[in-house]
């Protein structure tokens, strides 16, 4: 059984930095594609970060509002992918959700684009960013 754990969500200023965590039991995150997705109050959820499998050279990929300031990685050794946010906008708040692709042969960009690639979610964590 995959199973997804998220943390690393609270509060920050606007121009703040947070760091969240997903860690992965069940399967070999090296073996998956992993994805970064948020959802707004009232908005849909959308693709903010993935990365391919390890085997194919973990391409990643960045929404444009993301791009620049957030960085996706993963640790093998703890199985577990980031998000590391940084120069935090109030329209980056919204609940975030890691989740897992038995995806192989697909650059990130297309991992990305669409929820169905992906088979196990996490249960998300909020994040906020307000002064």
């Known amino acids: 059984q995959v199973d997804l754990a998220e943390s690393g969500g609270g509060l920050a200023q606007p121009g703040g930095s947070l760091r969240l965590s997903c860690v992965v039991s069940?399967?070999?995150?090296?073996?998956?594609?992993v994805g970064w997705f948020r959802q707004a109050p009232g908005k849909e959820r959308e693709g903010v970060s993935c990365i391919t499998n390890r085997d194919e050279g973990g391409d990643t990929y960045y929404t444009t509002s993301a791009k620049g300031r957030f960085v996706i990685s993963r640790d093998s050794a703890k199985n577990t992918v980031y998000l590391q946010m940084s120069s935090l906008k109030p329209e980056d708040t919204s609940v975030y959700y890691c989740?897992?692709?038995?995806?192989?042969?697909?650059?990130?960009?297309?991992?990305?684009?669409?929820?169905?690639?992906?088979?196990?979610w996490g249960q998300g964590t909020q994040v906020t960013v307000s002064s």
């Open positions: 989740a897992t692709a038995n995806a192989w042969h697909m650059h990130a960009e297309m991992l990305c684009s669409s929820e169905e690639y992906f088979d196990t």
């Open positions: 069940g399967v070999t995150v090296d073996h998956f594609g």
